[in-house]
């Protein structure tokens, strides 16, 4: 039975109210990227006008966004394929292996997300100087990592998992080795895993900032510190932090309207079904 | 009065129509089973006597009163599924008295109910356990003692044996029939099992691709089938049937199934309309096998089921299926046996439309 | 050896230990070096103080300043503050969002936009929206006649407006997984309490929600993991201030160690917050344990 007309109403005028609330902000971004200056902060607030890409233009003109585009782009992708390599392989380990304390090791690698990345900022830094890698994309790379493999090696696990070990054995009986089996027969049938995990690698680095704002000066700098540095600058260029942001929000808002069924599983490590 | 009263019911999923137009009425304290196959209705039709589906067109009545827009919580009636849909974190008692909550009953009112239906049930050593904790049968009762508790005009059962194996489902289903005897509270039973509907049904509902083929008792459908559909539907093994030509000789009218000469049953003699393609239909119990019989059969394949053996004959160009006592099976050497029919005992159908000639 | 143990140490050899390699490399290797940091004198503002070992002293420092402890609690105000209103924001639309209506799948798909954003861009229109004298939201609260209300620049509002902001890109992740347990809970035991005639509100208390726990806590006990480490936010809105009303423990050991240049004490509070952090993880895991142990009943 259908609810009644009335509940309906009810139910469609609450839902409406809280996209508003929720997409505002959103919808602002985009706006106050158009907006001319001057009408920035005007009153009351000027949601029609006509819209400038003046903001996109200094954007890219007035400081090498591009370049930092080309950064961000060069770290996320390097940690997203560095750690799909090597989480990848190790959920297919802790998928597969029967001894009981397999799942300790599991956890182990979870919990290494989970730590407080300010906590390690300092060493980083340290490390990275002695090292002569402050200021590159290796740095970024190797850092992201660190919370990129334990989320590939728990959402490749749930995939890992679902694969009937019978098509293992039979291959095994067939006379392949582990690894020839790995590469033939399981990792095939994973494929929306590896694809869910990169794009989650993807925006995580892409979207990181305190490591970013910490390990990269002038040479390497990030997009969201690039963005963050036009409001430190003298006068707060609003415009191009408008114009900025919809540029970085871009890949997560089309991962979200192309792969929300996904978003479950990636964002509780499993812990709630998807 | 009737307790259920469907007149005209029709169910649309969107463009699509399911049930067709149903009409049926059972009366107070019956035991009413719909029987078809999957996909012919049988659920919708029962969700719609419980208001948990929308009624497109038609007047559905509960002990008389129109309730096609009354909430199912205002139907007065229990409904058992067929997943049981017991409270999984609610133990035994718990769910039973999350049941009867909305009726506000006074706190030693719902223990004796609950102990009423406990006893009546064999679940007093069951109470305080949860549902993951209970075999399948359990979980079967505990579902019929919270729908009992409530004291509803109507019970409503989704094949709520299918979930068992074949033992229990024996079990239980002597124990519904044993609680319709008891409590006489008017039953609507879907299932797809024929053995379940022909032994606890008062009345059969024989439904086919949302219509209703035929509503009798379970000797009616079995004895006097309507048509084709209800005649193969209902017994197992299923009924014989033979292509066959009306002709007369010496002015009364004779079956002629290639090879066969069956003289027609006296009640439909004045029905038959020489010439006419007819279908016989021959239940495999009503095939006589002795020496007096009227044709040769070769004898192909004999199934023993320890009572009874089923003899997969060839006579002519008709494979028939036989069933005759075990004490009665030809010799295992024997390539032929001999075989009569009973005029008496044919089902004629009209080719044509299926339809039974009466 | 058992042909499964041979296996099991086949496949570990080749696929579980580079990754272990790697994460003692990147993550165990540093919190070391901020170990041994912590019982040093590491003070870069003073770079001719020789960088000795000074025992638990920047321990003790820590452990008795009036700042760490601030930020300690400030930190688990906040995360009351966003998680309570996340709770019940996220059950309660999820709830609306999940009944079978046409439009609901694409107002859930809408509303997981925000967690996707990144935090820093979330300060950043949250400062836009708060700024002092231009922000837009006073504007328009001063149109139903509230305010203004001096959202970050006071100590009596900053941590609610931090808090406001979390809310509104973390709501959804409460919404998010609540929704996907609703689905996957069977309709038949809400088909029962239909016919049965149980009231909504019992549907909810007693259907509904007892099933819905496991998943609660388990997402919460995430988002207080997350809530613990929060930082991007508040550097982009209020850098812990105005005063100290919003400096959490991410901000006292910013400060700490690239304010005042004291490495050594940040990293000192740095193994606190670690310590405590990773009592908030065991019990997520135990948790998370009992639900793989229920399902695999
Ligand atoms: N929600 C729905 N939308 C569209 N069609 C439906 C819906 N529910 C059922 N149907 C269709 O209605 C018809 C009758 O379904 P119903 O569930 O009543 O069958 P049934 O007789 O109970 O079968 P079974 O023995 O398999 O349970 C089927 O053809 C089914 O495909
Ligand atoms: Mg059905």
Redesign the interface.
């Known amino acids: 039975?259908?609810p009644s007309l009335r509940e309906k109403f009810l139910t469609y005028l609450l839902v409406i109210i809280i996209l508003v609330v929720f997409m505002t902000p959103i919808y602002l971004i985009l706006v106050s990227s158009l907006k001319p200056s001057p009408i920035m902060f005007s009153r009351p607030p000027r949601f029609i006008f006509t819209p400038t890409l003046q903001n996109y233009y200094d954007l890219f003109t007035m400081r090498p966004f591009h370049l930092q585009i080309l950064n961000s782009l060069l770290v996320a992708l390097g940690s997203t394929a560095f750690s799909l390599t090597i989480g990848t392989m190790a959920a297919y380990a802790v998928s597969r292996i029967k001894h009981r304390r397999i799942n300790d090791v599991a956890f182990w690698i979870l919990s290494m997300r989970m730590f407080p990345p300010i906590a390690v900022v300092v060493p980083y830094y340290i490390i990275f100087k002695t090292m002569g890698l402050l200021d590159t994309p290796l740095a970024l790379i190797i850092v992201y990592s660190t919370f990129n493999i334990p989320l590939t090696v728990w959402l490749m696990k749930g995939f890992f998992d679902e694969v009937p070990e019978a098509l293992e054995e039979a291959a095994q009986v067939d006379g392949h080795g582990v690894i020839a089996t790995f590469f033939r027969v399981t990792l095939p049938l994973t494929a929306p895993g590896l694809a869910v995990s990169a794009v989650f690698c993807f925006i995580f680095s892409w979207n990181e900032f305190l490591f970013a704002l910490m390990l990269t000066g002038s040479k390497s700098q990030t997009v969201t510190v690039a963005v963050m540095s036009f409001w430190s600058s003298d006068a707060v260029q609003w415009g191009r932090i408008m114009a900025g942001s919809f540029v970085i929000l871009i890949p997560g808002v089309i991962f979200v309207l192309t792969c929300q069924r996904w978003l479950v599983k990636g964002l509780t490590m499993g812990s709630v079904k998807g | 009065m009737s307790s259920v009263t469907l007149r005209k019911v029709v169910k649309r999923y969107g463009q699509v129509e399911v049930v067709h137009g149903i009409d049926l009425s059972v009366e107070e304290g019956e035991f009413v089973v719909l029987l078809g196959p999957s996909g012919c209705g049988k659920t919708t039709t029962l969700r719609m006597v419980?208001?948990?589906?929308?009624i497109s067109a038609g007047q559905l009545e509960i002990a008389g009163r129109v309730v096609n827009d009354v909430?199912?919580?205002?139907?007065q009636?229990?409904?058992v599924?067929?997943?049981?849909?017991?409270?999984?974190?609610?133990t035994v008692r718990q769910n039973m008295e999350?049941?009867?909550?909305?009726?506000k009953l006074a706190a030693n009112e719902v223990s004796a109910r609950i102990a009423e239906a406990a006893r009546i049930l064999g679940l007093e050593p069951l109470l305080a356990r949860k549902p993951?904790q209970l075999s399948g049968g359990q979980r079967q009762r505990v579902a019929m003692a919270?729908a009992m508790v409530?004291t509803p005009k109507v019970f409503l059962f989704d094949e709520p044996l299918s979930n068992l194996d074949a033992k229990l489902r024996t079990q239980v289903r002597v124990e519904i029939a044993k609680l319709h005897r008891r409590l006489g509270t008017t039953v609507l039973y879907v299932t797809h099992d024929q053995v379940e509907a022909m032994t606890l049904a008062d009345k059969i509902v024989i439904m086919k691709d949302g219509h209703i083929e035929q509503v009798g008792s379970p000797e009616e459908v079995f004895a006097k089938p309507r048509n084709l559909f209800v005649a193969t539907f209902i017994g197992s093994p299923a009924m014989n049937l033979l292509p066959a030509k009306v002709a007369v000789v010496n002015g009364a009218p004779v079956l002629v199934a290639n090879g066969f000469r069956l003289a027609a049953p006296p009640s439909i003699v004045s029905a038959l309309d020489p010439g006419a393609s007819v279908t016989l239909g021959i239940r495999p119990s009503d095939i006589r096998v002795d020496e007096a019989g009227d044709y040769e059969a070769v004898v192909e394949v004999d199934e023993y089921l320890g009572t009874e053996v089923l003899l997969n004959l060839r006579a002519g160009n008709h494979e028939l299926v036989a069933q005759v006592p075990a004490a009665a099976r030809p010799a295992p050497d024997r390539q032929s046996v001999r075989i009569g029919f009973d005029a008496a005992r044919l089902h004629v159908f009209d080719t044509q439309s299926g339809e039974a000639i009466r | 050896m058992s042909h499964t143990a041979n296996r099991d140490r086949r496949i570990a050899a080749v696929f579980l230990i580079p990754a272990i390699v790697v994460l003692f490399a990147t993550t165990i290797y540093p919190m070391l070096y901020a170990l041994w940091l912590s019982f040093r004198n590491y003070d870069l503002a003073k770079p001719f103080i020789p960088r000795i070992f000074v025992g638990l002293a920047n321990y003790a420092e820590v452990l008795t300043s009036k700042a760490f402890f601030h930020a300690l609690i400030t930190t688990f105000k906040l995360m009351a503050m966003t998680l309570s209103a996340q709770l019940v924001l996220g059950v309660g639309i999820a709830l609306l969002v999940s009944q079978k209506l046409p439009g609901m799948a694409l107002a859930r798909t809408l509303l997981l936009i925000p967690m996707m954003i990144s935090p820093v861009i979330v300060g950043l229109v949250w400062l836009f929206l708060y700024f002092p004298e231009l922000g837009y939201l006073n504007y328009f609260l001063g149109l139903v006649g509230i305010g203004p209300v001096p959202w970050i620049s006071s100590t009596q509002w900053a941590l609610t407006a931090i808090a406001i902001g979390d809310i509104w890109q973390w709501t959804p992740f409460i919404m998010m997984g609540t929704a996907a347990a609703l689905q996957s809970l069977?309709p038949?035991?809400y088909?029962?309490?239909?016919?049965?005639?149980?009231?909504r509100w019992?549907v909810f208390r007693?259907?509904t929600l007892?099933?819905l726990k496991p998943v609660l806590v388990s997402l919460l006990f995430l988002r207080a993991i997350d809530a613990f480490k929060i930082y991007d936010i508040i550097f982009v809105l209020t850098k812990g201030g105005p005063a100290d009303a919003t400096e959490v423990i991410s901000l006292y050991i910013y400060r700490q160690s690239f304010t005042f240049w004291r490495m050594g004490v940040g990293a000192a509070a740095s193994f606190v917050s670690l310590i405590i952090i990773s009592v908030l993880i065991t019990l997520f895991f135990k948790q998370m344990q009992r639900g793989q142990a229920a399902r695999a009943?």
């Not at chain 2, 419980?50 to 929308?54: I, K, R, T």
């Not at chain 2, 909430?71 to 139907?75: G, L, N, S």
């Not at chain 2, 599924?81 to 609610?90: S, T, V």
């Not at chain 3, 088909?191 to 009231?199: K, L, T």
């Open positions: 039975m259908t | 419980a208001g948990l589906e929308d909430a199912p919580k205002d139907r009636i229990a409904m599924f067929q997943n049981y849909a017991l409270y999984p974190h609610m999350f049941a009867l909550k909305p009726q993951a919270r409530r | 069977s038949e035991p088909e029962a309490a239909r016919i049965d005639g149980n009231s019992d007693y259907v007892p099933q009943r």
